[in-house]
Nanobody, 120 residues
Framework: QLVESGGGLVQAGGSLRLSCAAS????????IAWFRQGPGKEREFVGA????????FYADSVKGRFTISRDNAKNTVYLQMNNLKPEDTAVYYC???????????????WGQGTQVTVSS
């Protein structure tokens, strides 16, 4: 089970940190990815981290602004979002997959999502 938290309303240029807490099973061999879905849009890849290998991957649209990290002791993955833009407004989801992918059907486990709204 994955549970996201940390969303909210922020002004453009501001920051938020989202959390994805894993429970109920081990995700030690999984990639954890963040996706987002804006109004009327497809779910798009934001970034991913390998749970054990410390590798990170980012979409070009967020590279340099967003950072993914994880705390193994807390079974939690974080998405630090800086310099937020109105186009970052979306519901943000975390997902888990045994292999790295930028497409959401590849992910087997999902959280319920957390809303991020960036005002201009």
């Amino acid at each position: 089970q994955l549970v996201e938290s940390g969303g909210g309303l922020v002004q453009a240029g501001g920051s938020l940190r989202l959390s994805c807490a894993a429970s109920g099973r081990t995700f030690s061999n999984y990639f954890i990815a963040w996706f987002r879905q804006g109004p009327g849009k497809e779910r798009e890849f934001v970034g991913a981290i390998s749970w054990g290998a410390f590798s990170t991957f980012y979409a070009d649209s967020v590279k340099g602004r967003f950072t993914i990290s994880r705390d193994n002791a807390k079974n939690t993955v974080y998405l630090q979002m800086n310099n937020l833009k109105p186009e970052d407004t979306a519901v943000y989801y975390c997902g888990a997959s045994l292999s790295y992918s930028r497409t959401y059907p590849s992910y087997n486990y999902w959280g319920q999502g957390t809303q991020v709204t960036v005002s201009s």
